[in-house]
T-cell receptor, first 114, second 113 residues
Framework: AQSVAQPEDQVNVAEGNPLTVKCTYS??????LFWYVQYPNRGLQFLLK??????LVKGSYGFEAEFNKSQTSFHLKKPSALVSDSALYFC????????????FGSGTRLQVQP | SQTIHQWPATLVQPVGSPLSLECTVE??????LYWYRQAAGRGLQLLFY??????ISSEVPQNLSASRPQDRQFILSSKKLLLSDSGFYLC????????????FGNGTRLTVT
């Protein structure tokens, strides 16, 4: 079975400050992890994915994610937040034991204040 | 490049009416196709997925059905809508490899009145 937890419903950060959006996962096999962003009334846009062996992966728009196998976490980070980063962020996982569908977390709303 | 089209963007339907949402993918062959529903702007629930023409797997028993009449076409249907069917419906496609992301359409906002 696969599951994803995003413990924070909302994260508030000031523009220019670093941001972190947390994600932990549980899978039976090897994890394949992804981050998506969603703007109002739009579909999900792919940001980045975990690449086996890379504990820090870089993605679109200056985002990066830190993989920690012992903590089963895949936190999304950005060194300097922009107001335009304000959106809903989803962590997703699949493992290699079966179906290709992704299991999504409940989402974290990021609010960047000017 | 690959693109995914989903329509309509918004739909308001009365309770008891039928539903048909369509999704098509361009620029790829034999994609895996998915229907998700997002309630109240939050988590996504997998409804159906398909690995080929006529092959549909249902994740949650409910008032909806899906069909894949062509390789790159995925249709979500209902014979009689319920109020609880309201939500944001998202179609997605993906390849067969585990490390490939899903790519989403822009979604359909369905309101059942």
């Amino acid at each position: 079975a696969q599951s994803v937890a995003q413990p924070e419903d909302q994260v508030n950060v000031a523009e220019g400050n670093p941001l972190t959006v947390k994600c932990t996962y549980s899978v039976s096999g090897n994890p394949y992890l992804f981050w998506y962003v969603q703007y109002p009334n739009r579909g999900l846009q792919f940001l980045l994915k975990y690449i086996t062996g890379d504990n820090l992966v870089k993605g679109s728009y200056g985002f990066e994610a830190e993989f920690n196998k012992s903590q089963t976490s895949f936190h999304l980070k950005k060194p300097s937040a922009l107001v335009s980063d304000s959106a809903l962020y989803f962590c997703a996982v699949r493992d290699d034991t079966g179906r290709r569908a992704l299991t999504f977390g409940s989402g974290t709303r990021l609010q960047v204040q000017p | 490049s690959q693109t995914i089209h989903q329509w309509p963007a918004t739909l308001v339907q009365p309770v008891g009416s039928p539903l048909s949402l369509e999704c098509t993918v361009e620029g790829t062959s034999n994609p895996n196709l998915y229907w998700y529903r997002q309630a109240a702007g939050r988590g996504l629930q997998l409804l159906f997925y398909s690995v080929g023409i006529g092959q549909i797997s249902s994740e949650v028993p409910q008032n909806l059905s899906a069909s894949r009449p062509q390789d790159r076409q995925f249709i979500l249907s209902s014979k009689k809508l319920l109020l609880s069917d309201s939500g944001f419906y998202l179609c997605a496609w993906g390849s067969v490899t585990y490390n490939s992301p899903l790519h989403f359409g822009n979604g359909t906002r369905l309101t059942v009145t």
